[in-house]
């Protein structure tokens, strides 16, 4: 099963989201998260690591044994593929040789985009697209502008104060809302302490366990 999570804004919570379907994830199977966006080693805790990565993987023509090679273990049942330190570039057809191997995995494998959509050709192929967006209209705006394969869901993290509902964002993005998370600052608290990966909040996994299941 292969997810892709990316978000048209800043701030949404991605890396967050992702790493908590991964970590869900890990509970049952072997999984992969793939960090496309830099920030996953920060928020599950661990050092950044210093060697290759999934952008230079791309850039290489290395063949897809070698992602192993690149993974570094977060914790039992979860390794992490970090973004390394090649460029990012969107129309290398490697994305696509990438996206055929992970969706034929029996793994698990999450994808954070961050901010930024995934490279088409990855996307395609992904059973799961999610984009993760809070209920404001300058990221609606920005997610209705994406020009690649749509997302078949959506995760809504939610905040007190805002106007659009689910059925609003499930309208504009012509999605589905799959998954609503509420803000919790037990969340906040253990990715700054590190400690999203032996503790992960139980708010966090209850949204998203059935995405997981």
């Not at 790493?19 to 928020?43: E, F, K, N, Q």
């Not at 390394?84 to 995995?105: F, K």
């Not at 705006?141 to 690649?148: L, N």
Request: with cysteine; glycine share 8%.
């Amino acid at each position: 099963m292969l997810t892709v999570c990316w978000a048209a804004k800043g701030g949404s919570g991605t890396t967050v989201v992702s790493c908590a379907l991964a970590l869900l994830h890990a509970r049952r199977a072997p999984t992969w998260l793939i960090d496309l966006a830099g920030d996953v080693p920060a928020a599950l805790g661990f050092e950044e690591p210093s060697g290759a990565g999934i952008l230079d993987w791309i850039a290489s023509s290395a063949d897809a044994s070698a992602l192993t090679a690149i993974s570094v273990p977060a914790c039992e049942r979860l390794d992490v593929i970090p973004r390394g330190a090649a460029p990012t570039v969107t129309s290398n057809p490697r994305w696509a040789e990438l996206g055929e191997h992970l969706a034929g995995l029996s793994t698990a494998v999450v994808i954070d985009a961050g901010t930024s959509p995934p490279p088409p050709s990855l996307a395609e192929v992904a059973q799961n697209r999610l984009l993760v967006t809070k209920p404001c209209y300058l990221s609606l705006r920005r997610s209705v502008g994406f020009t690649g394969p749509p997302p078949t869901g959506v995760v809504l993290v939610q905040e007190a104060g805002r106007a659009l509902r689910a059925d609003d964002v499930a309208f504009a993005l012509q999605a589905p809302v799959v998954a609503e998370v509420t803000i919790d600052p037990a969340v906040a608290r253990a990715v700054g302490a590190g400690l999203l990966v032996s503790r992960l909040p139980h708010s966090l996994a209850g949204n998203l366990r059935g995405l997981a299941a």
